[in-house]
């Protein structure tokens, strides 16, 4: 996608403890109304949405206070299951920072947005990082999904490009809503892999410590 096709406004879908970065693909299952009919009017547009955190986790809150940042993403897949439900494949495209909110009929919020600190999200940028410089952080990282009950495919995440597998592990990592928005703001890929270990410190501090980080 180039500059000049960005949009000014895009609909954006809140989601809590869930990121996306640009050139990650990821499988969404639609079931509220009001996203449902996000959905579709996006696959009569230009089938772009902005996925971006709600800054409180509460669920019970109907239009929760949003984070600044978010990723746009493009709907690249689009299947309509026997309950009128969606299951969507989302390409993340660009991040975005939010402007202000739209005033709109619609159930769904939209929101007018700037990309102008995020356009080298727009092409590939080759990052001076090596997988040997991950071992540690993918040892780190490992022992938390497993203390977590969570499985990974560490081989097949070898074989994917260093930025797909950084942001890949920081989209499925369990960490908090408030770290994970902030390996979503780091500038580039370098800045995220430092990110996730001073992170995963505090996380190695509590497992072997047994000390409550607060």
């Given at each position: ?20 970065f640009p050139r990650t693909t ?88 700037d990309f102008n600190n995020f ?28 203390k977590r009950g969570f499985i ?63």
């Open positions: 996608m180039k500059k000049e096709d960005l949009p000014k406004t895009i609909p954006v879908f809140p989601l809590s403890n869930f990121i996306i990821v499988p969404l299952n639609i079931f509220e109304p009001r996203y449902v009919d996000m959905i579709n009017d996006s696959m009569k547009s230009n089938k772009l949405i902005g996925m971006i955190q709600p800054k409180n986790s509460k669920e019970s809150e109907v239009n929760p206070e949003l984070y600044d940042i978010g990723c746009m993403g493009k709907i690249t897949s689009f299947r309509e299951n026997d309950n009128g439900q969606f299951l969507i494949e989302l390409k993340g495209i660009i991040r975005f920072k939010k402007t202000d909110e739209v005033k709109s009929n619609k159930k769904y919020r939209k929101c007018n947005v356009y080298d999200d727009l092409s590939y940028q080759s990052e001076n990082i090596q997988f040997s410089d991950l071992k540690l952080i993918f040892k780190d990282l490992k022992n938390l999904f497993e990974i495919n560490w081989k097949g995440l070898e074989k994917q490009s260093l930025d797909e597998t950084i942001n890949a592990l920081a989209m499925a990592s369990p960490f908090t809503l408030e770290e994970k928005q902030i390996l979503l703001e780091a500038k580039n890929l370098e800045l995220r892999k430092t990110k996730i270990s001073e992170i995963l410190t505090t996380y190695s501090f509590d497992n072997y410590n047994n000390t409550t980080v607060q």
